[in-house]
């Protein structure tokens, strides 16, 4: 999950992601929807719909042969830039990139089942080769494969998976413990069945979310405290383990000769370099000009600017270094800058839209970021769970029942963001944002918005770098035109996470994503009670009855026809709320690399895979010599 332009700790992919995109991817990217079937099945699926059959050998979009070696050197996607521990999975501290979460445990845990990146939500068995939906669905059982092994050769029990779940419930980060919260509890059977027991009416994720946590050794962590923020690596039991690494500055992983499930359907193909390093930079400028010194291999730039106008150098015009576009089939997610409702000045849904109506994309886009962008309106931009037209029937018969407590734009076309000219002297929308302020009560009293206590209107950005500064600066003028006293507090990225956390902010650039079948995450983002908690992804703090309402009725759709009508009506209040300012948003990565590595014909979906697909040219490599 970061931020384009703006950097991002969410990207559902916090505390170690891109890709919460997110990551955390990231979102929680990888949650998805449960069988229906009663049978035993080597996969799971949201809507019951598998792409490979149970005899598959590899996924589409690997190169089985892939030859393994070489090593791949890049910057983190989280814009975390320090590390001080190796446990993504807790609130505390700063976890190294590719240590956990969920997007990337992949590195390091194994999980029961792992995400085919080329089907919008299905899984196919890891540490269990199949697994069994109860008919009532309150229960799922899955079955280990008895070869399964942690790093040092112990094996990995169905004690391990009940302990793992204990400790997320009770220690881990509060977003697993909100995700968590209808799975009652998992119980062995024997040593290589597990089952887990669940609650509640919204049944059809909890499978398929369960397959997917990691999975811990619970030897190690009876030995080693869970919670302490420390460097000394996990006993882990995925394709990689912790190699070099000097805190803040760089960490590597290094591929398992040894790791049990390498030659898997599920495995084949990927995970081909022998070393994946992560470079620590404080400023992505710094890291650009790192990268043209082949200090390290491959960057995904986020900068419309650098991307555009910085990559002119001879290694470029040599293909040396190779630019590319990939597509993005994933939801876009939601970027923009969310205003803390925690505060009262934000009270007021005119004042929130006051801001988006102050806030000029067209200029911005044109001026800053050479017209690479498409503004975002929708929580869901980008797939076909946005909200577009008015509302259907069936969108109706969600939102009828709220009807005397919803803005009356909901039920016509959602809300959509102003359009200026962009020549960033565009009155029309500038009147309309002074309108809604003296209708909210703040009038102009010698230059100077005020309300009746005589209290001035003054807002706060928290930014954290220079990138974020000259998106901001801009608009803080505008604001101030309307007599807004906007200021800008740039910290370190350390203290702006924690503040975050902690919701002590005003308005702050973020960015997350869900996955293309949202599921229990989803209450990490809009839900009341996770307004309540730290860390939670609903920074604006949302606390409407109809949106917890509407959430239920995503998690409950027992099709896709379902899940589309739901996530359209709750699209409607969201949007309908002003939680947000909304900014923009680009279906495609832009990856910068030195030219030594190859990739497979067939890029996933649903995600660029160039760490776990891509493998090391030894060819290549040659000619470029060095």
């Given at each position: 999950?970061?931020?384009?332009?703006?950097?991002?700790?969410?990207?559902?992919?916090?505390?170690?992601?891109?890709?919460?995109?997110a990551?955390?991817?990231?979102?929680?990217?990888?949650?998805a929807?449960?069988?229906?079937?009663?049978?035993?099945?080597?996969?799971?699926?949201?809507?019951?719909?598998?792409?490979?059959?149970?005899?598959?050998k590899?996924?589409?979009?690997?190169?089985?042969?892939?030859?393994?070696?070489?090593?791949?050197?890049?910057?983190?996607?989280?814009?975390?830039?320090?590390?001080?521990h190796?446990?993504?999975?807790?609130l505390?501290?700063?976890?190294a990139?590719?240590?956990?979460?969920?997007?990337?445990?992949?590195?390091?845990?194994?999980?029961?089942?792992?995400?085919?990146?080329?089907?919008?939500?299905?899984?196919?068995?890891?540490?269990?080769?199949?697994?069994e939906?109860?008919?009532?669905?309150?229960?799922?059982?899955?079955?280990?494969?008895?070869?399964?092994?942690?790093?040092?050769?112990?094996?990995?029990?169905?004690?391990?998976v009940?302990?793992?779940?204990?400790?997320?419930?009770?220690?881990?980060?509060?977003?697993?413990?909100?995700?968590?919260?209808?799975?009652?509890?998992?119980?062995?059977?024997?040593?290589?069945?597990?089952?887990?027991?669940?609650?509640?009416?919204?049944?059809?994720?909890?499978?398929?979310?369960?397959?997917?946590?990691?999975?811990?050794?619970?030897?190690?962590?009876?030995?080693?405290?869970?919670?302490?923020?420390?460097?000394?690596?996990p006993?882990?039991?995925?394709?990689?383990?912790?190699?070099?690494?000097?805190?803040?500055?760089?960490?590597?992983?290094?591929?398992?000769?040894?790791?049990?499930?390498?030659?898997?359907?599920v495995?084949?193909?990927?995970?081909?370099?022998?070393?994946?390093?992560?470079?620590?930079?404080?400023?992505?400028?710094?890291?650009?000009?790192?990268?043209?010194?082949?200090?390290?291999?491959?960057?995904?730039?986020?900068?419309?600017?650098?991307?555009?106008?910085?990559?002119?150098?001879?290694?470029?015009?040599?293909?040396?270094?190779?630019?590319?576009?990939?597509?993005?089939?994933?939801?876009?997610?939601?970027?923009?800058?969310f205003?803390?409702?925690?505060?009262?000045?934000f009270?007021?849904?005119?004042?929130?839209?006051?801001?988006?109506?102050a806030f000029?994309?067209?200029?911005?886009?044109?001026?800053?970021?050479?017209?690479?962008?498409?503004?975002t309106?929708?929580?869901?931009?980008n797939?076909d769970?946005?909200?577009?037209?008015?509302?259907?029937?069936?969108?109706?018969?969600?939102?009828?029942?709220?009807?005397d407590?919803?803005?009356?734009?909901?039920?016509?076309?959602?809300y959509t963001?102003?359009?200026?000219?962009?020549?960033?002297?565009?009155?029309p929308s500038?009147?309309?944002?002074?309108?809604?302020?003296?209708?909210?009560?703040?009038?102009?009293?010698?230059?100077?918005?005020?309300?009746?206590?005589?209290?001035?209107?003054?807002?706060?950005?928290?930014?954290?770098?220079?990138?974020?500064?000259?998106?901001?600066?801009?608009?803080?003028?505008?604001?101030s035109?309307?007599?807004?006293?906007a200021?800008?507090?740039?910290?370190?990225?350390?203290?702006?996470?924690?503040?975050?956390?902690?919701?002590?902010?005003?308005?702050?650039?973020?960015?997350?994503?869900?996955?293309?079948?949202?599921?229990?995450e989803?209450?990490?983002?809009?839900?009341?009670?996770?307004?309540?908690?730290?860390?939670?992804?609903?920074l604006?703090?949302?606390?409407?009855?109809?949106?917890?309402?509407?959430?239920?009725?995503?998690?409950?759709?027992?099709?896709?026809?379902?899940?589309?009508?739901?996530?359209?009506?709750?699209?409607?209040?969201?949007?309908?709320?002003?939680?947000?300012?909304?900014?923009?948003?680009?279906?495609?990565?832009?990856?910068?690399?030195?030219?030594?590595?190859?990739?497979?014909?067939?890029?996933?979906?649903?995600?660029?895979?160039?760490?776990?697909?891509?493998?090391y040219?030894?060819?290549?490599?040659?000619?470029?010599?060095?």
């Open positions: 999950m970061r931020t384009y332009e703006a950097r991002s700790k969410f990207y559902a992919r916090r505390g170690g992601s891109t890709l919460l995109s990551l955390f991817a990231t979102s929680m990217l990888l949650l929807g449960s069988a229906y079937a009663a049978e035993r099945t080597h996969g799971l699926s949201s809507f019951g719909t598998l792409k490979y059959p149970a005899e598959f590899h996924f589409d979009y690997v190169n089985p042969n892939a030859p393994k070696g070489g090593r791949l050197a890049t910057m983190p996607t989280s814009s975390i830039n320090t590390f001080n190796f446990n993504a999975f807790i505390r501290g700063d976890a990139f590719g240590s956990g979460g969920p997007y990337d445990s992949g590195f390091l845990f194994d999980s029961l089942m792992v995400r085919a990146m080329d089907e919008p939500d299905a899984v196919y068995g890891l540490v269990a080769h199949s697994a939906v109860a008919d009532d669905k309150l229960s799922a059982t899955f079955y280990l494969r008895p070869e399964a092994r942690f790093r040092d050769g112990t094996p990995l029990t169905a004690d391990d009940v302990f793992t779940l204990d400790k997320l419930k009770k220690d881990g980060h509060p977003r697993y413990q909100m995700m968590l919260r209808d799975v009652v509890s998992a119980t062995a059977v024997d040593p290589h069945t597990v089952r887990y027991t669940f609650k509640g009416d919204n049944l059809r994720d909890l499978p398929l979310m369960v397959a997917q946590l990691p999975i811990f050794s619970k030897a190690f962590y009876t030995a080693n405290d869970f919670l302490k923020e420390s460097l000394d690596p006993l882990s039991s995925g394709p990689y383990e912790v190699g070099e690494f000097r805190q803040g500055t760089f960490v590597s992983y290094n591929r398992r000769k040894d790791y049990w499930a390498a030659d898997l359907p495995n084949r193909g990927r995970y081909n370099f022998d070393t994946i390093r992560f470079e620590y930079y404080r400023d992505r400028a710094v890291g650009l000009e790192a990268f043209k010194a082949r200090a390290y291999d491959l960057r995904e730039e986020f900068t419309s600017k650098s991307w555009a106008t910085e990559y002119d150098v001879p290694a470029v015009r040599e293909g040396k270094i190779v630019k590319l576009t990939l597509p993005d089939g994933r939801p876009s997610g939601a970027q923009g800058f205003l803390n409702m925690r505060r009262e000045k009270a007021d849904s005119r004042v929130r839209k006051a801001l988006d109506y000029d994309f067209e200029w911005t886009n044109k001026a800053l970021f050479f017209g690479l962008y498409t503004r309106a929708s929580y869901f931009e797939s769970l946005k909200a577009e037209g008015k509302p259907s029937d069936a969108e109706l018969a969600l939102l009828e029942p709220f009807r407590k919803l803005p009356p734009e909901v039920f016509g076309e959602p963001p102003p359009v200026t000219d962009g020549s960033g002297r565009f009155r500038i009147r309309e944002a002074s309108r809604l302020l003296d209708e909210a009560g703040w009038k102009l009293d010698g230059g100077v918005r005020k309300n009746a206590k005589g209290e001035t209107l003054d807002i706060e950005f928290l930014i954290d770098d220079p990138v974020t500064e000259r998106i901001v600066g801009p608009y803080a003028g505008r604001l035109d309307l007599g807004v006293k200021t800008l507090r740039r910290v370190d990225p350390t203290q702006e996470q924690e503040r975050i956390r902690r919701y002590d902010f005003e308005i702050s650039a973020q960015r997350y994503s869900l996955s293309q079948t949202p599921g229990p989803v209450r990490a983002f809009w839900n009341s009670e996770a307004g309540k908690e730290d860390g939670s992804y609903n604006s703090g949302i606390a409407d009855p109809a949106v917890d309402a509407l959430i239920d009725k995503v998690l409950a759709a027992k099709s896709r026809d379902e899940l589309r009508t739901a996530c359209r009506a709750l699209d409607r209040v969201l949007r309908a709320g002003h939680y947000w300012v909304p900014q923009w948003y680009k279906a495609a990565h832009n990856i910068a690399m030195w030219d030594k590595f190859a990739r497979p014909a067939v890029k996933p979906a649903y995600d660029p895979a160039i760490l776990d697909t891509w493998w040219d030894a060819d290549k490599a040659a000619k470029l010599g060095g």
